[in-house]
T-cell receptor, first 115, second 110 residues
Framework: GAVVSQHPSWVICKSGTSVKIECRSL??????MFWYRQFPKQSLMLMAT?????????EQGVEKDKFLINHASLTLSTLTVTSAHPEDSSFYIC???????????FGDGTRLSIL | AQRVTQPEKLLSVFKGAPVELKCNYS??????LFWYVQYSRQRLQLLLR??SRESIKGFTADLNKGETSFHLKKPFAQEEDSAMYYC????????????FGKGTKLTVNP
């Protein structure tokens, strides 16, 4: 149980385009979803916390207008990287949690490459 | 500020040998500590959380508040334990925002 699916797993696109990444909880309802970014050989860095039906809470230094997060339902959150540039290339990972004090369940991640 | 330090990027042991992956943290409040594991080509998954006090796959970890450590231990390593291990911290009963260490890659040699 507690499976989190991320799509796509890998995307390559041109600089200036916008890219949407989906995070779905397949067999549970997630009140909270989290978006992380991981650079090569680095740790996961939390970008934002997303609660269903409300605005996401962004970590310091993360541009809200650059990384748009939508959590319209209890099973789906999306991260849109707007006007992507090569420096946005990274590994993006989402996680989902059923309720407070329960552990987070992670997706497989999405590798984003901007040319 | 919350911080998690895993001093070893790489750790290599032989099968059957004891293994200890170090984790130290910095946090002014009451932390909740976790160990996550990522096997090759698989997603990150929870291995242990300190409040559960359980042993998973032979691994244990004890929270030492005096030394601000949460080292992961296993008395007899197996080849299938080879993976990337991340220590993580969150505020207890709070927002559950996770702060991760940089990870330790464990290789268990036959």
């Amino acid at each position: 149980g507690a499976v989190v699916s991320q799509h796509p797993s890998w995307v390559i696109c041109k600089s200036g385009t916008s890219v949407k990444i989906e995070c779905r909880s397949l067999d549970f309802q997630a009140t909270t979803m989290f978006w992380y970014r991981q650079f090569p050989k680095q740790s996961l860095m939390l970008m934002a916390t997303s609660n269903e039906g409300s605005k996401a809470t962004y970590e310091q230094g993360v541009e809200k207008d650059k990384f748009l997060i939508n959590h319209a339902s209890l099973t789906l959150s999306t991260l849109t990287v707007t006007s992507a540039h090569p420096e946005d290339s990274s590994f993006y990972i989402c996680s989902a949690r059923i309720v407070t004090n329960q552990p987070q369940h992670f997706g497989d991640g999405t590798r984003l490459s901007i040319l | 500020a919350q911080r998690v330090t895993q001093p070893e990027k790489l750790l290599s042991v032989f099968k059957g040998a004891p293994v200890e992956l170090k984790c130290n943290y910095s946090y002014s409040g009451s932390p909740e500590l976790f160990w996550y594991v990522q096997y090759s080509r698989q997603r990150l998954q929870l291995l242990l959380r300190h409040i559960s006090r359980e042993s998973i796959k032979g691994f244990t970890a004890d929270l030492n508040k005096g030394e601000t450590s949460f080292h992961l231990k296993k008395p007899f390593a197996q080849e299938e334990d080879s993976a990337m291990y991340y220590c993580a911290l969150s505020s207890q009963g709070g927002s559950e925002k996770l702060v991760f260490g940089k990870g330790t890659k464990l290789t268990v040699n036959p």
